[in-house]
């Protein structure tokens, strides 16, 4: 069974860092897609990065382009979310997400299975 759990949310001031953390389990992921969405109060949720399990290819969305970096460190099974210079408009839950796809998604449903999700606030 595949389990995703995010981590290393919180609250800090517009301009702070966070990383996310995302533990992957329950199978091998090496032909997964694995991506970073988020969804605010009353929207929907977006596309914020992706990355295919193996390989080199990122994908960003421009809101956080130049400010988060996504990336995977294979022994410890586990995703990252490095973000810099948040924004308010950066407050949302975070989602990690895994695509049994051979290719890079950046629609929600395209993903098979979904972490619990982990809250970002950014203050003013």
């Known amino acids: 069974q595949v389990r995703l759990v995010e981590s290393g949310g919180g609250l800090v001031q517009a301009g702070a860092s966070l990383r996310l953390s995302c533990a992957a389990s329950?199978?091998?992921?090496?032909?997964?897609?694995m991506g970073w969405f988020r969804q605010a109060p009353g929207k929907e949720r977006e596309f914020v990065s992706a990355?295919?399990?193996?390989?080199?290819?990122?994908y960003y969305a421009d809101s956080v382009k130049g400010r988060f970096t996504i990336s995977r460190e294979y022994a410890k099974n586990t995703l990252y979310l490095q973000m810099n210079s948040l924004k308010p408009e950066d407050t949302a839950v975070y989602y990690c997400?895994?695509?049994?796809?051979?290719?890079?998604?950046?629609?929600?449903?395209?993903?098979?299975?979904w972490g619990q999700g982990t809250q970002v606030t950014v203050s003013s």
């Open positions: 990355t295919k399990w193996i390989g080199g290819d990122r």
């Open positions: 329950g199978r091998a992921f090496s032909s997964y897609a």
């Open positions: 997400a895994a695509a049994n796809r051979g290719s890079i998604e950046v629609i929600p449903t395209s993903y098979d299975y």
